[in-house]
């Protein structure tokens, strides 16, 4: 078991001409984050606990319209090994194309 821990997210470049309204899946749980700008950094203090490995999903959010789908950025696959890094969140496609954000995470020994 594991303690993922997200410390703080850099916009690089945002998705959406005003603010892009983020949010990140992981291990099937959803947290919303500040919206950001481009150049903007906040810091963070979410965290997850899990086993195994996982998918880290960055999604700039358009509210569930029919005609306009939260737009995926970009994932990361996590692990229970011990890690202190950051994470780069780039799309290369769809609507979020050009959206680059950083994530600073933590992973250490879980409960």
């Known amino acids: 078991m594991a303690i993922l ?3 703080s997210i850099v916009c690089k470049e945002q998705a959406e001409t005003f603010t892009d309204e983020l949010y990140v899946t992981f291990n099937g749980v959803k947290i919303s984050l500040p ?3 481009r150049g903007q950094t906040e810091v963070l203090d979410d965290e997850f606990i899990f086993e195994g490995a996982s998918q ?3 999604f700039e959010n358009d509210g569930d319209h029919w005609y306009d789908r939260d ?19 780039k799309s290369s496609s769809g609507n979020a194309l050009g959206a680059h954000y950083a994530l600073d995470v933590s992973v ?3 409960p």
């Open 5 to 7: 821990i997200i410390r």
């Open 71 to 89: 737009d995926f950025i970009a994932s990361n696959t996590i692990t229970e090994a011990p890690l202190d890094t950051t994470l780069e969140f």
């Open 56 to 58: 880290l999903s960055l």
């Open 108 to 110: 250490t020994a879980g």
């Open 35 to 37: 919206n950001m700008t």
